[in-house]
């Protein structure tokens, strides 16, 4: 099975740090973008971050400066600086068809991870 499996959510206090991983196949890095998401409660799913083939990065204008998108042996990550209430979120890994903060463009989800900023 092509799985994405998410680690490193958790609480912290406004201003802190979280790094998120996303373990994946070396298919999903072959095939497409690389990508991460997130939904808040009462808001739509939005993108956060997208990384392409190339390692040509797209930040969602809320998140520039404060996340970094990367990538490892097989292995996504988000680093999360200077973190905000509001970024509180499940955060999802996803593979996507395009570079694109586009929901639409996801091909596959990974299980989420809840970031919680107080």
């Not at 497409?32 to 409660?41: D, H, Q, S």
């Not at 209430?85 to 990974?110: H, K, M, Q």
Request: neutral net charge; contains cysteine; hydrophobic residues 35%.
């Amino acid at each position: 099975d092509v799985q994405l499996v998410e680690s490193g959510g958790g609480s912290v206090q406004a201003g802190g740090s979280l790094r998120l991983s996303c373990a994946a196949s070396r298919y999903m890095y072959d095939n497409g973008c690389m990508g991460w998401f997130r939904l808040a409660p009462g808001k739509e799913r939005e993108g956060v971050a997208v990384i392409g083939p190339s390692g040509t990065t797209v930040d969602a204008d809320s998140v520039k400066g404060r996340f970094t998108i990367s990538e490892g042996v097989d292995t996504l990550y988000l680093q999360m600086n200077s973190l905000k209430p509001e970024d509180s979120a499940v955060y999802y890994c996803a593979n996507l068809y395009f570079r694109r903060l586009e929901t639409r463009d996801v091909r596959i989800w990974g299980q989420g991870t809840q970031v919680t900023v107080s």
